[in-house]
Nanobody
Framework: QVQLVESGGGMVQAGGSLRLSCAAS????????MGWYRQTPGKQRELVAN???????TYADSVKGRFTISRDNAKNTVYLQMNSLKPEDTAVYYC????????????WGQGTQVTVSS
């Protein structure tokens, strides 16, 4: 199991920036996919961005050009730089690890709240 701890959430005005961090309990070098998801009350959790171990990254259309996901393997940490924030970005943001260990596994962090005021 990989324990994930998110930090960096908070309240910001529209147009502002935040950087979320996700610290893993072990090396993320061989973790296939590290991702950020978000969820608002009454809605399903949705993908924000993924970082694949090959170096590829993917983004939801709603955040392309504004958010950047990155990995620091030396620090076992994944970041989500969020710029030009909008009120509709308000959500709880979760870090997710998808990896193979005697079968495919998925672990989640506890989430961090991001609130964007207009």
């Amino acid at each position: 199991q990989v324990q994930l701890v998110e930090s960096g959430g908070g309240m910001v005005q529209a147009g502002g920036s935040l950087r979320l961090s996700c610290a893993a309990s072990r090396s993320i070098f061989n973790i296939n996919t590290m991702g950020w998801y978000r969820q608002t009350p009454g809605k399903q959790r949705e993908l924000v961005a993924n970082s694949i171990s090959s170096g590829a990254v993917t983004y939801a259309d709603s955040v392309k050009g504004r958010f950047t996901i990155s990995r620091d393997n030396a620090k076992n940490t994944v970041y989500l730089q969020m710029n030009s924030l909008k009120p509709e970005d308000t959500a709880v943001y979760y870090c997710r690890a998808n990896y193979y260990s005697n079968g495919w596994k998925i672990d989640w962090g506890q989430g961090t709240q991001v609130t964007v005021s207009s």
